[in-house]
């Protein structure tokens, strides 16, 4: 069956410029999620979806970062002014049921390769 | 809070021999815990994960995990490695009742890289 998907799979951008990336979650996942993997830092946590609404965005870095998700399914993660230290590969997760509880196994997406140059 | 370290950044080992990849946590009551794998260019995938019950958890490729309460500790392994075991292992945690202020996201370790040489 489809993965969680992601797009663009590589992005090299110019500092300065906004991007936009994009993450399509497995159909009927309630949770999303946004992580950073940069080289030897492991996954950063940067905002949590429970369908549209973002109850834990305390990972963003900064204002320079957002996020939205629509109809309890895409979402697409916004870096404005993007900066060298920006770079990095950027994962997206699904799993079939909110945090409250029951803690379901992740799905993660092929991420997103951000380069600022 | 909670927290997990994976206080090898690579292990190394032969084809055959046993592998162990090593995870320690914190949480402030009783922890839920996983282990995901990352190949080159890969997305992590899911491998196992202890939410209560028995101790030792089997999970997928043949790897099993044992879940240790007085050492904090939830320990990859596998009896015999393959070199296409070859991957970044990450440990995540969450507790299981954050209370007030906590986080019902998991935790992350920095990841292991597992070399398994031929």
């Known amino acids: 069956g489809a993965g969680v998907s992601q797009s663009p799979s590589n992005k090299v951008t110019e500092k300065g410029k906004d991007v936009e990336l994009r993450c399509d979650p497995i159909?009927?996942?309630?949770?999303l999620y946004w992580y950073r993997q940069s080289l030897g830092q492991g996954l950063e946590f940067l905002i949590y979806f429970q369908g549209n609404s973002a109850p834990d965005k305390s990972g963003l870095p900064s204002d320079r970062f957002s996020a939205e998700r629509t109809g309890g399914s895409v979402s697409t993660l916004t870096i404005q002014r993007t900066q060298q230290e920006d770079s990095a590969v950027y994962l997206c997760?699904?799993?079939?049921?909110?945090?409250?509880?029951?803690?379901?196994?992740?799905?993660f997406g092929p991420g997103t390769r951000l380069t600022v140059t | 809070a909670q927290s997990v370290a994976q206080p090898e950044d690579q292990v190394n080992v032969a084809e055959g021999n046993p592998l162990t990849v090593k995870c320690t946590y914190s949480v402030s009551g009783n922890p839920y815990l996983f282990w995901y794998v990352q190949y080159p260019n890969r997305g992590l995938q899911f491998l196992l994960k202890?939410?209560?019950?028995?101790?030792l958890v089997k999970g997928s490729y043949g790897f099993e995990a044992e879940f240790n309460k007085s050492q904090t500790s939830f320990h990859l392994k596998k009896p015999s490695a393959l070199v296409s075991d070859s991957a970044l292992y990450f440990c995540?945690?969450?507790?299981?009742?954050?209370?007030?202020?906590?986080?019902?996201?998991?935790?992350f370790g920095r990841g292991t890289s597992l070399i398994v040489h031929p």
């Open positions: 995540a945690v969450r507790d299981m009742s954050p209370g007030p202020g906590g986080s019902y996201i998991p935790t």
């Open positions: 202890y939410i209560t019950g028995d101790n």
């Open positions: 997760a699904s799993s079939a049921a909110g945090t409250g509880f029951y803690p379901a196994e992740q799905y």
């Open positions: 159909s009927g996942h309630t949770a």
